[in-house]
């Protein structure tokens, strides 16, 4: 039965985006709010940036699934590379219009401005440093025309760092910044993700000791700390088939999570 | 389904790898200190090692002593002067020593026959001193007290013995005297430090022998000329050898550079003549 418990404790931290295992830490839900109030007001662009893993994806299927209700929101997840293709896929989510030829950016602000829309719709661009430059700076003079807002995010490096510095600078009204989660969160986060899915014995497992060692490893990253605990409970899971003998269900080990780390790249032998 | 019997076998070659730091650290530290507790070890025995010498010879001497008037006494007139020969120079008050309470009193105080000891401790300010350790007296003295017990002293009055008691106790002692001056001298010889120079000299000094005398003062003084004993000894064995005029030019020329009182008061003596 215990194997069972491992099982769906090792599924509750599968890497998936998805707006449902969005969990409430409260540095979270503060920047999320504040996010949410950005949305509401007359801006042309919103920057949400971060390290990678530290949750921008979840973030804005968050806002996406949150505000798709009340708002035209459109969600781009995997980025369109290229020009033509991203403008014909603008014009049918905002103008519900589907071209089947060519649509440049001179064409498509044609279109866009003869248009007359009355709830400018949201455009969440996910991994935003992927486009290129010169779509970037096609997306900044569409958003200068007020018909459309961009909610963007972008890993945060030096060279996206000085994207932001060129092509926004001037038009981004708000830019959030997504850290890591700290120990206490990090806490909290393991304990609310296992406790939305009923797994309450996992939950009890995790003391501060081996969150602290957990924070340590993955200092705080969500996605590390997915990774790790996923490998953790595919080991639990492991030893309750073979050897239950061999481990504690009252704490997790640190051995057990040292050995995760292993498996998973995290420390090295 | 994960391989743990391989994740293990990682996991302990991880720890391993990350407690060596703490390992070696420990070795180190447990190295360091035992390199410093040796050395330590070594400098304690260093400075413990001249004290032995010294308190051998001490007890080497008392013995000696006792045992030549052991054989050249009877039984009967060997006790008192012992007794004698272990109250130091003080040979005047023989007489009254012999004297059953006297001896009693006397035990207590009992010390080696190395009267030089007490003069370099009254005199100079010298190294050797501090060999010289007070626990060595004790040692000796209780050695002794416990032959004077044996031999029942208490109940011997001769006063017949007393002169004969008297010249051998100025024989041993001027031996010891000169066994000492030896070891001194053979001391000096491979450690050449000017303390034992001094008192060589001071010991040469006072068993007259003033050619011996100025010979260590001036020895200690070309070792080291701060040594301001060095510089009377030297005069005054001047003095001794005749030679008043080059005493008073040498006390002359060393007041004019360290200003001595000591050295002002044996001008005036040697001046006046006072000088013993």
């Known amino acids: 039965m215990k194997s069972s418990i491992f099982e769906n404790s090792k599924n509750v931290f599968l890497d998936t985006v998805n707006a449902r295992d969005y969990i409430q830490v409260d540095r979270v839900s503060t920047i999320y709010q504040s996010l949410k109030d950005s949305v509401n007001k007359p801006l042309k662009m919103i920057l949400l940036y971060g390290k990678p893993g530290t949750g921008k994806s979840m973030f804005l299927t968050k806002l996406y699934n949150d505000l798709s209700t009340t708002k035209t929101v459109h969600l781009y997840q995997t980025p369109i590379l290229d020009d033509i293709e991203f403008f014909k896929q603008l014009a049918q989510d905002l103008l519900d219009v589907k071209y089947q030829g060519e649509l440049n950016f001179t064409q498509f602000m044609k279109i866009i401005n003869e248009h007359s829309i009355d709830d400018i719709p949201i455009v969440l661009l996910d991994e935003a440093q992927l486009y290129s430059n010169s779509l970037m700076e096609k997306i900044r003079l569409l958003s200068d025309t007020r018909k459309v807002k961009f909610v963007i995010t972008l890993h945060k490096t030096e060279k996206e760092d000085l994207i932001a510095k060129e092509h926004f600078q001037t038009r981004i009204w708000e830019t959030i910044e997504l850290e890591n989660a700290s120990a206490v969160e990090l806490k909290i986060y393991i304990q609310k993700k296992l406790m939305k899915a009923n797994c309450f014995d996992s939950a009890n497992m995790f003391h501060s000791k081996s969150v602290n060692l957990i924070y340590k490893i993955t200092n705080g990253n969500y996605r590390d700390t997915n990774k790790l605990l996923y490998t953790l409970f595919d080991i639990y899971n492991s030893y309750m088939e073979n050897n239950p003998s061999k481990i504690d269900t009252n704490k997790v080990s640190n051995k057990i999570i040292e050995m995760a780390a292993l498996h998973t790249g995290l420390l090295h032998a | ?276």
């Open chain 2, 1 to 276: 389904m994960l391989n743990l019997h391989q994740l293990e076998s990682q996991w302990l070659q991880y720890k391993l790898k990350s407690l060596l730091p703490y390992f070696i650290i420990f070795i180190s530290l447990c190295i360091i200190i035992i390199v410093l507790s040796s050395f330590n070890f070594k400098e304690k025995t260093k400075t413990v090692e001249p004290k032995k010498e010294l308190s051998s010879i001490n007890q080497k001497d008392v013995n000696t002593s006792i045992d030549a008037k052991n054989n050249r006494t009877p039984s009967t007139q060997t006790k008192p002067a012992i007794i004698q020969d272990l109250k130091d120079t003080q040979i005047t008050t023989s007489k009254n020593l012999i004297h059953t309470q006297k001896i009693e009193e006397d035990k207590l105080v009992i010390k080696p026959s190395l009267d030089f000891i007490r003069t370099m401790q009254d005199n100079s300010p010298h190294d050797y001193n501090s060999y010289i350790a007070p626990e060595v007296a004790p040692k000796s003295t209780k050695k002794i007290v416990q032959t004077i017990q044996t031999a029942k002293i208490e109940e011997i009055v001769l006063d017949t013995n007393v002169e004969e008691v008297k010249k051998q106790e100025i024989k041993i002692k001027r031996r010891d005297t000169q066994d000492d001056i030896q070891h001194v001298i053979k001391r000096f010889k491979e450690s050449n430090n000017p303390a034992l120079s001094l008192f060589i000299a001071k010991k040469y000094y006072e068993l007259k022998n003033y050619n011996q005398s100025y010979n260590y003062a001036l020895i200690t003084n070309q070792i080291n000329k701060d040594i301001e004993e060095s510089w009377l000894l030297f005069a005054k064995s001047l003095y001794k050898l005749d030679q008043k005029e080059k005493a008073i030019e040498i006390l002359d020329k060393y007041i004019s550079s360290s200003h001595s009182r000591r050295a002002e008061m044996l001008l005036e003596n040697i001046k006046s003549g006072k000088i013993k």
